[in-house]
Nanobody, 123 residues
Framework: EVQLVESGGGLVQAGGSLRLSCAAS????????IGWFRQAPGKQREGVSC????????YYADSVKGRFAISSDNAKNTVYLQMNSLEPEDTAVYYC????????????????WGQGTQVTVSS
């Protein structure tokens, strides 16, 4: 059974940092693309970032480039999203997602999803 378990969300002031973790199980971690989406109230779900574990390639939404960094610990089957310089506009539920393939990040449609973790950035 595939499981993606997020942790690390919370409340932070603007300009602060948070690190999200996604612990994965039930599939061959090294072969998968794993990343993060977010959804704010009243807005469409947005792809934030992902990492292709087979070669370490990383992808980011323009809105988070230079502020967020994704990384993967293959020994722990865990993907991290380091979020710096957080802004109130980053407030959303963040979902970990995974798939065995991805052609284009902007069209990524993962097969598996976590339950989500709330990130709230106060101004």
């Amino acid at each position: 059974e595939v499981q993606l378990v997020e942790s690390g969300g919370g409340l932070v002031q603007a300009g602060g940092s948070l690190r999200l973790s996604c612990a994965a199980s039930g599939f061959t971690f090294d072969d998968y693309v794993i990343g993060w989406f977010r959804q704010a109230p009243g807005k469409q779900r947005e792809g934030v970032s992902c990492i292709r574990n087979s070669d370490g390639s990383t992808y980011y939404a323009d809105s988070v480039k230079g502020r967020f960094a994704i990384s993967s610990d293959n020994a722990k089957n865990t993907v991290y999203l380091q979020m710096n310089s957080l802004e109130p506009e980053d407030t959303a539920v963040y979902y970990c997602a995974a798939s065995s393939a991805m052609l284009l990040f902007r069209l990524w449609n993962p097969d598996y999803w976590g339950q989500g973790t709330q990130v709230t950035v106060s101004s």
